[in-house]
């Protein structure tokens, strides 16, 4: 079974600074792996999504890597603001299976 | 568009009632998937449905039963309800073009407690 793993579990960083946020998967054949953002109370909205013959993914200020052979991925946040005070999620999709398996979050709280 | 709706929103039931959790999405998605969300445990997959008609058990599916007997809805059964299911449930959907899975779309989520 596909175990996933987001550390920290909480994170707090002063307005405007850069930042990542780590994923880590214990089987590296995978199909994609997906970046999620969740505000307090609220369902969960997607932020980027990497198909595994892709290295990385960029919107905007986000940009996700993805490293099979190592099993991670990161997510870069750059120039932080209070908005982006979310819990984070990514989500892995082996490369057998319809499943998606999720890490706990980290909970990104930036000071303004 | 509405994206993936669920209802109800909140409900409270007294151990061993019975409910039915409605999921429905109008972006002709194939898949579909229920979550239950934990504190400290992340999401975790319940049932999920590949197409109109079909169901398959995720990693959690006791105590729990699902049909997808339209498209674009999705039902979450809870036959005899214990507290160990209280929790916040979401749906969500995603779609297949040709061997690329895209990215999973999810409600706002039901927030169920069991008395």
């Known amino acids: 079974k596909q175990e996933v793993t987001q550390i920290p579990a909480a994170l707090s960083v002063p307005e405007g600074e850069n930042l990542v946020l780590n994923c880590s998967f214990t089987?590296?054949?995978?199909?994609?792996l997906q970046w999620f953002r969740q505000d307090p109370g609220k369902g969960l909205t997607s932020l980027l999504l990497?198909?595994?013959?892709?290295r990385e993914q960029t919107s905007g200020r986000l940009n996700a890597s993805l490293d099979k052979s190592s099993g991670r991925s990161t997510l870069y946040i750059a120039a932080s603001q209070p908005g982006d005070s979310a819990t984070y999620l990514c989500a892995v999709r082996p490369a057998l299976g319809n499943q998606f398996y999720f890490g706990t979050g980290t909970s990104l709280t930036v000071i303004p | 568009n509405a994206g993936v709706t669920q209802t109800p929103k909140f409900r409270v039931l007294k151990t061993g009632q019975s409910m039915t959790l409605l999921c429905a999405q109008d972006m002709n998605h194939e898949y579909m998937y229920w979550y239950r969300q934990d504190p400290g445990m992340g999401l975790r997959l319940i049932h999920y449905s590949v197409g109109e008609g079909t169901t398959a058990k995720g990693e959690v599916p006791d105590g729990y039963n699902v049909s997808r007997l339209k498209k674009q809805n999705f039902l979450l059964g809870l036959e005899s309800a214990a507290p160990s299911q209280t929790s916040v449930y979401f749906c969500a959907s995603s779609y297949e073009v040709g061997t690329l899975i895209y990215e999973q779309y999810f409600g706002p989520g039901t927030r169920l407690t069991v008395t």
């Open positions: 089987d590296s054949a995978i199909y994609n």
């Open positions: 990497i198909q595994s013959s892709q």
